[in-house]
């Protein structure tokens, strides 16, 4: 598939590993893949493989589904519960569980829960079902929230009534401050999120090498846009060098794309946000605007929850933070699997759980052949 | 029987009304010495061996680019016999029909039945007819069964699988599940991918005459290449390491696979095998398979190997390795 072939190129990958195994030297080297997808693709295309063993890759807190907070569940579930409403979402979410429940199970007791490809999927339902409230599950970061606000702009244009969006929208850059600034870890240098960064530019990362001294390279999803991303990293790194690079030049542009930004900001407003594992963070998610407050389902439609509860054993939040990896976990293979998960790394196709249970659980170093 | 006319719940009564749909149009499509005794089971010759399967269809939608579920209802027993090594030769199946369903789609599967088994060489020896409610059923169901004759000197079993042995796949894969995939609600794109759905005891047979040392065969359907290596490796005392690079998909297949987020490994075909063979015989089986139509882009895949035990990985196109799992769940479109 052109575009698509020459990042998936052996001698290219080959090369760059090379490269980076004579560039990064002896020393330890820490790097965070913040976005799902890249975790997903490394997993996927088995690049730790290829890399020297001295540098470390740790999955970040991009995966939206992931840090979707129990409490979000919870609500989204009661709201399933209710008989006029019909709760529309992305795949990924369904099988996520709450406290006490997971969208799939209330599907099974006859809840009417329909997986959509779009919101305009989510509109049309609703436009078909003008006796129900139908409810859209807004979850997702920066990429996703463009198609989310301009299903309510467009709802307003028609006039529509029963059309409401449970908004937990989040903002990447607010969590790798928040991950910086806690101190847990010591990251070396951040692969940025590629698909987010064609809707915020390259710009919202500088605050990171200026205030941190932590190189930033924003990278695709291909395995050689990943190798070449780690390329990058590691030679800043050996040569004291702190900037925000882009490896994605082919998606990303350094002011990223302004109309769907503006697009954004007319529907959404940053308010603090409550994330998995990292707990509330300033600033880092998108709530309704009061001007489009009639299609925010938490304000028009009462519910009721319980108090929300984790498994006390479930370290998701940890891993989301980058602190462990799902291998240090006493539920991971065992108790927690892609079949009955315990927590949401393990639903998410881009969760870190998922990613080593799929394609790196018992993997020997070398296998034969 | 008119095409515009619909199914009543009387057709399958048992009364006039099943009598007629019976006679005047399954019989006459279907004709066969055996069939047409309308005995209340269909007497056959034997061999010493047999072989004998069965499987329902309840595909939605009924027809699809490339096939429908009548092809799909002959062809599936066809295959499961055919990898057996057996030669099929006997099918029945049973309809379940719901209340109202048009005469016209229901001539157009059963003349592909016919086809199907034709094309296969099988005979439709007896058969089953029920009507239920509106609502009852979703419009179509069809189970069928098959027997076929096994040849004394054939003898596949995973017991035979040995390290070194090779794995051919006989073409792409992904074509059914993509081109199923693209007819259901909710695509708003075209996809140019035709189902796979096919009988393929023609090219099995020609497997099975280029070497003596084809150790086990397997039809990748649900679940897709991935399980059935994951199923040929469970609990066995060797593992499959195959190669990315070498694994056919076609471009449509991959294009939607990539912006749905799909592995095409886990997506069903209905008229692929996959053939565990001796690594002194494989060039030649791989010929053979080529020779054929339906084995035209046959590649030797993978290996069997001795590490990791009882699992599948997979060499990336970028030489990593990673392991191939079974599949847990359907694969449900990502949110980014």
């Known amino acids: ?369 | 029987m008119k095409g515009d006319e619909k199914i009543l719940l009387s057709h399958g009564s048992g009364g006039k009304l099943t009598h007629d749909l019976i006679r005047k149009f399954f019989l006459q499509r279907f004709l066969n010495p055996i069939l047409l005794e309308l005995t209340d089971s269909a007497l056959v010759d034997g061999a010493p061996k047999l072989a004998f399967t069965t499987d329902s269809y309840v595909v939605k939608p009924l027809f699809f680019p490339g096939g429908d579920i009548g092809k799909l209802a002959v062809a599936g027993t066809v295959n499961d016999l055919a990898v057996m090594g057996a030669e099929p030769k006997y099918i029945s199946c049973g309809f379940i029909i719901e209340e109202g369903h048009d005469m016209e789609p229901l001539c157009r599967i059963v003349d592909s039945m016919r086809r199907t088994a034709e094309a296969a060489g099988v005979l439709i020896v007896t058969g089953d007819t029920k009507v239920v409610g509106k609502d009852e059923a979703d419009q179509l169901f069809i189970n069928t069964s098959g027997i076929g004759f096994v040849d004394e000197g054939v003898r596949l079993s995973v017991n035979r699988v040995r390290v070194g042995d090779r794995i051919i796949l006989s073409g792409s894969v992904g074509d059914h599940g993509i081109a199923v995939l693209s007819q259901r609600g909710g695509f708003e794109f075209e996809v140019n991918v035709k189902s796979d759905c096919a009988p393929l005891n023609g090219l099995i047979s020609k497997v099975l005459a280029a070497s003596d040392k084809v150790k086990f065969m397997r039809d990748p359907t649900r679940g897709g290449l991935a399980t059935a290596l994951n199923e040929i490796v469970g609990g066995r005392e060797f593992g499959i390491l195959i190669e990315e690079e070498k694994i056919p998909v076609k471009e449509g297949v991959r294009a939607v696979c990539e912006l749905l987020g799909l592995d095409p490994l886990y997506l069903a075909n209905e008229g692929k095998v996959v053939v565990v063979v001796a690594s002194e015989d494989a060039d030649q089986v791989l010929e053979a398979m080529r020779q054929d139509r339906l084995g035209k882009d046959a590649e030797i895949i993978g290996t069997v190997v001795e590490e990791p035990k009882g699992m599948v990985c997979l060499k990336t196109v970028i030489s990593g390795t990673r392991i191939v799992d079974m599949l847990v769940a359907d694969q449900l479109p990502r949110i980014c």
């Open chain 1, 1 to 369: 598939m052109k575009y698509l072939d020459e990042f998936r190129n052996k001698a290219a990958a080959k090369r760059l590993a090379s490269r980076i195994s004579s560039e990064v030297g002896e020393g330890e080297v820490t790097l965070m893949e913040v976005c799902g997808t890249h975790t997903m693709a490394v997993h996927r295309y088995g690049i730790k493989g290829l890399l020297p063993p001295n540098i470390r890759l740790l999955s970040g807190p991009g995966c939206p589904v992931c840090v979707t907070s129990n409490r979000y569940i919870d609500k989204a579930i009661a709201y399933s519960k209710q008989s006029d409403v019909i709760l529309t979402t992305f795949g990924d979410m369904v099988k996520v569980p709450g406290s006490r429940s997971s969208l799939a199970r209330e599907m099974s007791r006859g809840a009417d829960v329909r997986i959509v490809y779009s919101t305009t999927d989510a509109l049309k339902i609703a436009r078909d079902n003008t006796e129900r409230k139908v409810i859209f599950l807004g979850v997702g970061f920066e990429t996703t929230v463009p198609t989310v606000a301009t299903s309510i702009l467009e709802a307003d244009r028609m006039g529509m009534k029963n059309y409401f969006v449970l908004s937990a929208h989040k903002l990447i850059p607010p969590a790798m401050k928040a991950l910086l600034d806690g101190g847990e870890l010591k990251i070396d240098g951040f692969i940025c999120p590629g698909h987010v960064s064609t809707i915020t530019g390259t710009q919202v990362y500088e605050f990171i090498p200026r205030n941190y001294r932590v190189p930033c390279v924003v990278a695709g999803f291909e395995p050689v846009d990943i190798m070449q991303a780690i390329y990058t990293l590691v030679q800043q790194i050996t040569r004291g060098i702190a900037e925000v690079a882009n490896q994605y030049r082919r998606a990303v542009r350094k002011e990223g794309n302004p109309k769907a930004r503006e697009v954004i900001y007319e529907v959404f407003e940053p308010s603090d946000s409550d994330w998995r594992g990292i707990g509330v963070i300033p600033q880092s998610g998108l709530m309704i605007r009061q001007r489009y407050r009639k299609y925010d389902a938490e304000a028009n439609i009462d519910v009721e929850i319980e108090p929300s509860a984790e498994n006390p054993r479930c370290i998701c939040g940890a891993i989301l933070r980058g602190v462990k990896e799902p291998l240090e976990c006493t539920l991971f293979g065992s108790l927690c699997t892609p079949e009955h998960p315990k927590g949401a790394c393990m639903v998410s196709s881009e969760g870190t759980c998922a990613a080593y249970y799929n394609y790196g659980r018992q993997m020997p170093k070398k296998p034969e052949g």
